[in-house]
């Protein structure tokens, strides 16, 4: 079975600052990767996916992650962050056959201090 | 509607009664999730529909909780004997399809068991 390792809960970070969050997953078989984004009193949201080709992928707001095949890591990251950003981010896989469900994270809650 | 629609939006129960939670896709999506987020448990998988089968409900917690869709639209999750530690967010997401499109939250359940 599959799982998802979001290693910080809390990340607190300065606005104009860089950042990035931790995701690592375990699976016996191929997957695909999603980050998404809980911004405060609203639904979930996807930022971004990972499914096959280039190993760096862009999303919405300018966030990126990089899928690491041998690190089993699909990191989460922005170069430089704005207090908008502030949201909690959920990491997700799903095996590429078989079931059809998506195992998330814990969450991690990025907070951006002015 | 534009969007996932879940009612109630609130539910405060007492522990013993048996509670109906209700999603409305986004028209056309043949794809339903059900999920539970509780505090710093991020989102734990529950049950997915493809039309109105249920090809995965292993997230199921136990025989208290049974799920249907029916006309490959509405779905009510419903929670038998409610006990306390069900006290949680209930997402509904759907999707167009299976084939890992993104996934469509709606604005959750809050279940308060006393």
């Known amino acids: 079975a599959q799982s998802v390792t979001q290693l910080d809960s809390q990340v607190p970070v300065f606005e104009e600052a860089p950042v990035e969050l931790r995701c690592n997953y375990s699976s016996s078989v191929s997957v695909y990767l999603f980050w998404y984004v809980q911004y405060p009193n609203q639904g979930l949201q996807l930022l971004l996916k990972?499914?096959?080709?280039?190993?760096l992928v862009k999303g919405i707001n300018g966030f990126e992650a990089e899928f690491n095949k041998s690190q089993t890591s699909f990191h989460l990251r922005k170069p430089s962050v704005h207090i908008s950003d502030t949201a909690e981010y959920f990491c997700a896989v799903t095996v590429t056959s078989g079931t059809y469900k998506y195992i998330f994270g814990t969450g991690t809650r990025l907070k951006v201090l002015a | 509607g534009a969007g996932v629609s879940q009612s109630p939006s609130n539910k405060v129960t007492e522990k013993g009664k048996d509670v109906e939670l209700r999603c409305d896709p986004i028209s056309g999506h043949t794809a339903l999730y059900w999920y539970r987020q509780s505090l710093g448990q991020g989102l734990e998988f529950l049950i997915y529909?493809?039309?109105?089968?249920?090809?995965?409900k292993s997230g199921l917690p136990s025989d208290r909780f049974s799920a249907e869709r029916t006309g490959g639209s509405v779905s009510t999750l419903t929670i038998q004997r409610t006990q306390q530690e069900d006290s949680a967010v209930y997402l509904c997401?759907?999707?167009?399809?299976?084939?890992?499109?993104?996934?469509?939250f709606g604005s959750g359940t809050q279940l308060s068991v006393l």
């Open positions: 990972y499914l096959s080709g280039s190993t």
């Open positions: 997401a759907s999707s167009p399809s299976l084939s890992n499109e993104k996934l469509f």
């Open positions: 529909f493809q039309g109105n089968s249920a090809p995965d």
